[in-house]
Structures are given as structure tokens and as C-alpha cells.
């Protein structure tokens, strides 16, 4: 009988501690799961502002090369005003896109230097028209590249 009740007790531990670890085990799959859905949100909304800043880069680029050819005698190689970029949409453009860079590269958890190989940093010239065009280009591809690496963490 003592026999009995030592094995009962064992048993009883043992069906205890295997509860434990299936609620440990529940419990943190749902933080998993919550961490998921909080990474999934943000890489959703970083990609809705790559979608925006792509738009309105792409309106910009294709007003200026729309400009360049209806107006030729314009000279798209003349010196643009500093306070002119700064104050203007291109400063937007230019901070938005510094900023979703940020905001990925927290998102994703990656090294300064391992995101730079990713997605290196565009060099943007906004020194003259025909710079402005190339440099945001540039900043184009790198946003669409960046769209679709989002895409695939979805």
C-alpha cells in the first residue's frame, strides 16, 4: 500500500511538472506571437511610407524631367540655393527617407554595417537640377529595393 502511494505521488510530481512546462511552453508562444504581430505592424507601415515617399519622389523626378524638356534654355546645371533644398519638399523627401532607413534597419535588428551592405546609403547632390534628378533616382531604387525586402518579411 505504501508502495502505492509513493508511486501515486511520483506520478502526481511528474504530471505537475509536465503542466509546468506545457504552460511555460503556451506562454511563450504567445509572446512569439505578439512579437510577430507588433514586427509585422511596423514592417506594414514602414512599407505604406516607402509607398508614399516612392510617389511623391517620383512626381518630383518626373515634373523636373518634364521641365527639362519643355523648357530647354533653362539651364538644369545652375547652382541651387542650399536654403531652397532645406526649406523645400526635397528636405521632406530627403528626411522621410532618412528616417524610414532608421526605422528599418530597428526593425529588422541589423548592424550598422551590415544594413549598409543592404541597403547602402544613397549619396544625394541636390548642387544643381540635373543632380537633384539623378540623386533622387537613386534614392528611388533604394526605396523599391527596400519594398520588396519588407514584402518578403511579411
Known amino acids: 500500500m505504501e508502495n502505492k502511494n509513493r508511486e501515486k505521488e511520483k ?18 508562444k504567445q509572446i512569439e ?19 508614399f515617399c ?10 523636373l524631367i518634364g521641365m527639362k524638356k519643355d523648357y530647354p534654355e533653362v539651364l538644369f546645371d545652375s547652382k541651387i ?24 534597419q530597428r526593425n ?12 547602402p546609403q544613397s549619396k544625394i547632390n541636390f548642387d544643381s537640377w540635373n543632380k537633384v534628378i539623378y540623386s ?3 534614392v528611388m531604387m533604394q526605396m523599391n529595393d527596400m519594398k520588396m525586402y519588407c514584402l518578403r518579411l511579411l
Open 11 to 28: 506520478l502526481d510530481a511528474e504530471i505537475a511538472r509536465s503542466l509546468s512546462v506545457l504552460k511555460m511552453k503556451e506562454i511563450h
Open 136 to 138: 533622387l533616382g537613386c
Open 54 to 63: 516612392l510617389r511623391i519622389t517620383k512626381e518630383i523626378v518626373d515634373l
Open 108 to 119: 529588422i535588428n541589423l548592424k550598422n554595417e551590415d544594413f549598409e551592405r543592404l541597403f
Open 81 to 104: 540655393p542650399p536654403e531652397f533644398v532645406t526649406e523645400s519638399l526635397l528636405g521632406t523627401v530627403l528626411q522621410t527617407y532618412e528616417s524610414i532607413r532608421f526605422d528599418l
Open 33 to 51: 506571437d505578439i512579437e510577430k504581430l507588433r514586427k509585422k505592424s511596423a514592417i506594414l507601415s514602414i512599407n505604406q511610407r516607402l509607398d
